[in-house]
């Protein structure tokens, strides 16, 4: 089973609705992630994490802001939701080179 | 511009057949190369990890090859089942950086028909 956690599963909200996207893990890890998948696509890195304190803005550009206060947990805040943002959200952890993925988040802005 | 190239794009096959999906990949420096199994709407899910050293790999029905020098890798399913069906992703770790980094592929669309 999977030791790291997203929440909600899916999501549709209106254009400039505020929005936080969850993730939790129990393994430990130090290091998490933040992933942007289009249907058909690669995963894209939006944002990333050494540790607690930690964060940093990955390859693609994203409005989205992460923080880290807790090892544990990764959470993803878009302040103005807009149409583009629509896509699926992957959160995952690593430790020594072996990653876990959460399941995504699917985010629908109407 | 992808470092990591996938075919064919999506693959439809029957029940019991056999099948084999093909990566070829740019990245350089390169520490492993993974096979990802993603179902609909979840995560991807690790199918097998190499080394440059290691030329094949199996996981139950799954079987891995890597040739390093050429930069080709493939994943065989054996017997295929109904449950196969998902995206299979050709991801490229690099450990040279203090982050390490993965480069994915677009994935091969599979679909088992009864």
């Known amino acids: 089973e999977a030791d790291i956690y997203q929440t909600p599963r899916y999501l549709v909200i209106g254009t400039g609705k505020k929005i936080t996207l969850e993730c939790s893990q129990t393994?430990?890890?130090?290091?998490m992630y933040w992933y942007q998948q289009d249907p058909g696509m690669e995963l894209h890195l939006i944002h990333y994490?050494?540790?607690?304190?930690?964060?940093e803005k990955g390859d693609l550009s994203s409005e989205s802001t992460v923080s880290r206060i807790r090892t544990e947990h990764f959470p993803l805040t878009l302040e103005s939701a807009r149409p583009s943002h629509t896509s699926q959200y992957l959160c995952a952890s690593s430790d020594q080179g072996s990653y876990t993925f959460g399941s995504g988040t699917r985010l629908t802005v109407v | 511009k992808n470092q990591v190239e996938q075919s064919p794009q999506s693959l439809i096959i029957l029940e019991g057949k056999n099948c084999t999906l093909q990566c070829n990949y740019t990245v350089s420096p390169f520490s492993n190369l993974r096979w990802y199994k993603q179902d609909t709407g979840r995560g991807p899910v690790s199918l097998t990890i190499?080394?440059?050293?290691?030329n094949t790999k199996s996981n139950g029905r799954y079987t891995a090859t890597l040739d390093a020098d050429t930069k080709q890798s493939s994943l065989h399913i054996t017997a295929s089942q109904l449950s196969d069906s998902a995206s299979y992703i050709c991801v490229v770790y690099d450990r040279g950086s203090t982050l390490g980094r993965l480069y994915f592929g677009r994935g091969t669309q599979l679909t088992v028909w009864p």
């Open positions: 994490s050494y540790g607690v304190n930690s964060t």
């Open positions: 393994m430990g890890h130090d290091k």
């Open positions: 190499m080394t440059f050293s290691e």
